[in-house]
């Protein structure tokens, strides 16, 4: 998911920050993943282990946003 620069900037987002989506009715809320060193330690460590790479993860996230907007044209239809 690509973020704009301006929103990237306000939230003090970087290269690797996490970002949790939250989903609030028609509206889906991005905020900056908050942890300490000691949990992000652990979720890197578990992810790792998923044997996921980014590009993997890339790939299921394209695939999915064209379902979507398949969909979504098929409604405005």
């Given amino acids: 998911m690509t973020v704009p620069k301006k929103v990237r900037e306000k939230l003090g987002l970087g290269p690797s920050s996490l970002v949790v989506l939250e989903e609030l009715g028609d509206v ?31 790939e299921i996230v394209e695939r999915e946003r064209a379902k979507l907007w398949e969909q979504a044209s098929k409604d405005i239809r």
């Fill in 28 to 58: 889906v809320l991005l905020r900056r993943f908050e942890a300490d060193e000691e949990t992000l330690q652990l979720l890197r460590r578990k992810l790792r282990k998923t044997g996921l790479t980014k590009e993997r993860v890339n």
